[in-house]
């Protein structure tokens, strides 16, 4: 008998038409099916749709349940799920993966977790340079 996966409640929900800049911070778990350009941080859940497209400098979750697009340096505590319709492309850093068939995985992946702290200070600095 299969069991069927347990979905988490969705707290907040960006839809396919909408487009949101700036940082997202939140509890819970959020789903991402429109345009999302900016920063995440959350120690919890970020669901991006197949329909959804994140452009984040720093992607900082709990949970990555990806199957959409996704380009931009992420940053995971817990895990990330890769959909078959999921495309990453930036620097990856989590402790367990999965990759269904058909995802895309552009960059550097680092599951050892030593390399935290220096990307973020990369992107920092990226970021202060693109300032000056």
């Known amino acids: 008998m299969l069991q069927k996966k347990e979905e988490l409640p969705i707290k907040a929900y960006l ?3 909408a487009l949101f800049k700036g940082t997202l911070s939140f509890e819970g778990t959020v789903r991402i099916d429109g345009k999302f350009e900016g920063t995440v941080n959350t ?3 970020l669901v991006i749709g197949e329909a959804g497209d994140v452009q984040a400098e720093v992607v900082e979750v709990g949970t990555l349940v990806c199957k959409g ?3 931009g340096t992420v940053l ?3 895990k990330i799920e890769m959909h078959p319709t999921s ?3 930036g620097n990856v850093q989590t402790p367990a993966l999965s990759i269904q068939l058909g995802a895309v995985l552009d960059g550097h992946l680092n599951m050892t977790g030593r390399e935290s702290e220096k990307i973020i200070n990369l992107v920092k600095e990226k970021q202060i340079n693109e300032k000056t």
């Open 15 to 17: 839809g396919a038409d």
């Open 76 to 78: 995971a505590s817990k």
């Open 69 to 71: 697009k996704l380009k």
């Open 43 to 45: 120690k919890d859940t």
């Open 87 to 89: 495309k990453i492309t």
